[in-house]
């Protein structure tokens, strides 16, 4: 069975620096996608970046970025210059990639992040 | 653009009440999904569909009930609330692997439930 582990449960970092939240997970496949999702305190549960797992290239949105260790199963979030609106719980999840047929998607049970100003 | 939409976002029941959870989307996705979140523990699935008229059971379905009559709308049912499905509950949606890729998942917004 597939399980993701975010290790810190919460973590804080001051205004414009830069921290980085990890997560790994256990899984027998070969070809999967991970996200990272945030949370803020509107509870609206928004898709950060996803990579694929074939992909070697590690994903960048804007001030995201992740490092993708295939072979170590971890999978971190670099967060850049964070800004007060950064404040909110961060999930990662891991989902099987199937052509033609639905898999689930397992979720982390979570990383607080707080913004200090 | 509505997205995924959740009705009711707050509810208070009394145990034993029933009451039913509506989702909709308006991005022609086949895939529908019910979770609940609970401290410390991430989103869990509790049911989902893979189409029109068609559900299956996640990860922790007890007590549940669904239903997906109309490709837009999905539906979650407490038959009989216990205070153990204090939680809150969101729906989320997205394409299928034949429609190009059933990535990313779209949420609406929760729907905060207590059962006291």
């Known amino acids: 069975a597939q399980t993701v582990t975010q290790s810190q449960p919460e973590m804080s970092v001051q205004e414009a620096e830069t921290v980085t939240l990890s997560c790994t997970y256990d899984t027998s496949e070969s070809n999967y996608y991970l996200f990272w999702y945030k949370q803020p305190p509107s509870r609206q549960m928004i898709l950060v970046i996803r990579?694929?797992?074939?992909?070697?290239q590690n994903a960048t949105e804007n001030r995201f970025s992740v490092n993708f260790q295939k072979a170590a199963k971890s999978f971190s979030l670099k967060i850049s210059d964070s800004q007060l609106g950064d404040t909110a719980m961060y999930f990662c999840a891991f989902m099987p990639r199937r052509k033609t047929s639905y898999d689930k998607v397992i979720f982390g049970p979570g990383t607080s992040l707080s913004v200090i100003p | 653009n509505a997205g995924v939409t959740q009705t009711p976002k707050f509810r208070v029941l009394k145990t034993g009440q029933s009451m039913t959870l509506l989702c909709a989307q308006d991005?022609?996705?086949?895939?529908m999904y019910w979770y609940r979140q609970d401290p410390g523990m991430g989103l869990r699935l509790i049911h989902y569909s893979v189409g029109e008229g068609t559900t299956a059971k996640g990860e922790v379905p007890d007590g549940y009930n669904v239903s997906r009559l109309k490709k837009q709308n999905f539906l979650l049912g407490l038959e009989s609330a216990a205070p153990s499905q204090t939680s809150v509950y969101f729906c989320a949606s997205s394409y299928s692997p034949g429609q190009g890729s059933n990535q990313p998942q779209h949420f609406g917004d929760g729907t905060r439930l207590s059962i006291l």
């Open positions: 991005m022609n996705h086949e895939y």
């Open positions: 990579q694929e797992a074939y992909k070697q």
